[in-house]
């Protein structure tokens, strides 16, 4: 029951929070920018992609992706050891491991919001045209279980920088750091050309443009499902162990 | 309600509690007083959860605080030092929050928050955002939390720092009150306070239980080591010398008073009462003496011998 309750906390903590509104309004604005641009793509001439995949392998999408975690992420317990609110949380019957998970739900649901109204871009464009491409079910589900897939682990990383320090900048720049660098190692393939076969295999388990490119095609594949949600669970494992250990180092 | 036993904290190689050992009985009002630094709030946040121990043990209600946080936690009532709130929501919204935390849910949610919001009087701004409160009243929100889920024992670290003085006399009768059904353990730099509520004081210095008694038996203790006052004209110098030969007499103070009276101090061995030995010098050396009597000792008295000078 205390999950819910600090769940519920939490979620109201993001709509309360002047960040989450300036953050909503940029990103609706970078999404808008996005679709626009890749129905200007589309419309220039034939083209062999659809509108989900023009929409979700863009330099635009990938910026305001890989951007927005820190942002979402850098309070959740960095705030709470600053202003001291630590104090009285933790001195409430409350678990900590539900602290954690209600902290890191709260994120999730407000990422999730965060995407709801670009669903909307994808029905009234297949609406309008009339395209069975544009609102077919197994790209649009791929690209947002991907989506889903990709924040939960990138979510949990920014869990994590948060637990780590009670600056939010410095949360902010660790959490940014270690997603653009798994980002990266992901891309390693396409610059480096001469990577032994292994390495190209592991680099390729990061490639969440890569995995996002399938899936917003609507190839499914069942290793990125088990990768990311044990990458999840793992680093929110650590989060949780971070977290107590703060009653240790104090 | 409470048993501490040779309870130690470190931090960073620096030791703020060491080898405490105090018991609180059910429905005692205990004054925890201390210096600044000398260990009050790091006990009281290993008692309410907050801290480990480096060693020793602490029991809330038969409960390890260690082993057993969850169920210590619920049984106890804390109000830090320094009250950390969230700005952003407002009293009632947080009341009704921090109670289903501590696991009072559905209609005696609503009741507990209105009746801590009568007792600590919130009802005017029950309405407003916490951020907008002032530190009076955010002191008072602190206070109405520790007391939401009806615990067993409240511990109030300086629960009257940065009220006015009408509003420290509302909280002291609060907390007189719930002396009646709660175990207290208070801490306050305002010694009068604790004369007036708590039934028992302990007294922490540089990490160590230095005393532990009613504020009437420690003043009783300190008058008993000296603390006699007298009013006698004679030449200063003449004076000091006479009273500090007499038989026990540690010190003397001599202060002039300006018309040739003396306002005289004496610090004598425990158990020695030099009254009448300063009676009979000031007979045999025709000064006259015009009041002669024990110092009057009150708490701020006995805190300043214990944390000065070392254990009573």
């Known amino acids: 029951m205390n999950f819910f309750t600090l769940l519920r906390r939490e979620i109201r903590a993001f709509f309360l929070s002047p960040i989450a509104w300036v953050v909503l309004f940029f990103f609706l604005l970078m999404t808008g920018f996005n679709f626009y641009a890749g129905i200007a793509a589309l419309n220039r001439g034939p083209s062999e992609v659809t509108v989900i995949e023009a929409f979700f392998n863009t330099i635009f999408f990938w910026f305001g992706f890989v951007l927005v975690f820190p942002l979402i992420t850098m309070r959740l317990f960095s705030e709470e050891y600053k202003m001291g609110t630590i104090e009285p949380l933790m001195t409430a019957p409350v678990r900590d491991s539900h602290v954690v998970l209600a902290k890191y739900c709260g994120a999730l649901f407000f990422y999730i919001i965060l995407w709801l109204p670009s669903l909307l871009y994808f029905i009234i464009f297949s609406r309008i045209t009339r395209l069975a491409t544009a609102g077919a079910s197994g790209p649009f589900l791929g690209a947002y279980s991907m989506l889903l897939l990709i924040g939960m682990f990138y979510l949990s990383i920014g869990c994590l920088a948060s637990a780590l320090t009670r600056n939010q900048i410095i949360a902010a720049i660790m959490s940014f750091s270690i997603i653009t660098l798994l980002f990266f190692m992901g891309l390693l393939t396409f610059f480096v050309l001469n990577v032994t076969p292994a390495l190209r295999e592991v680099t390729g388990y990061f490639s969440a443009i890569e995995h996002m490119s399938e899936a917003s095609r609507g190839i499914l594949d069942s290793r990125p499902f088990v990768f990311y949600l044990s990458l999840t669970a793992f680093f929110l494992f650590l989060t949780f162990h971070v977290f107590q250990s703060r009653r240790w180092r104090n | ?312």
């Open chain 2, 1 to 312: 309600m409470i048993k501490v036993s040779g309870l130690t904290k470190t931090y960073a190689g620096i030791t703020a509690i060491r080898n405490l050992d105090f018991t609180v009985a059910k429905g005692e009002i205990v004054g925890f007083l201390g210096p600044n630094g000398a260990g009050k709030s790091t006990t009281m946040r290993i008692l309410s959860c907050f801290l480990p121990a480096t060693g020793g043990t602490a029991s809330v209600a038969g409960f390890d605080v260690a082993t057993q946080s969850r169920e210590v936690r619920s049984r106890v009532g804390y109000m830090p030092e320094n009250v950390a709130l969230y700005p952003e929501m407002r009293v009632q919204e947080y009341l009704e929050y921090r109670a289903a935390l501590k696991g009072v849910r559905g209609r005696r949610n609503r009741q507990r928050v209105n009746a801590v919001k009568e007792l600590c009087s919130l009802r005017d701004v029950e309405t407003k955002l916490i951020g907008a409160l002032s530190k009076g009243y955010r002191q008072r929100v602190g206070l109405a939390d520790a007391l939401l889920h009806d615990p067993d024992l409240l511990i109030l670290d300086e629960p009257t720092i940065g009220l006015d003085p009408n509003q420290i006399r509302q909280v002291r009768q609060l907390i007189r009150d719930l002396g009646k059904r709660h175990t207290i353990l208070l801490s306050t730099h305002i010694l009068s306070e604790v004369e007036m509520i708590c039934s028992r004081v302990l007294i922490i210095n540089r990490g160590q239980i230095a005393a532990s008694d009613t504020a009437e038996n420690l003043a009783g203790r300190v008058r008993t080591a000296g603390g006699v006052t007298a009013e006698i004209r004679a030449g200063t110098e003449d004076l000091k010398k006479a009273l500090v030969a007499l038989p026990g007499v540690r010190k003397a103070d001599v202060a002039p008073q300006g018309d040739g009276w003396q306002e005289c101090t004496l610090r004598t061995d425990a158990d020695h009462d030099p009254r009448e030995e300063v009676a009979r010098l000031a007979a045999k050396h025709g000064w006259p003496l015009r009041a002669l009597g024990r110092e009057q000792v009150n708490l701020e008295r006995v805190f300043t011998e214990i944390t000065q000078a070392g254990e009573l």
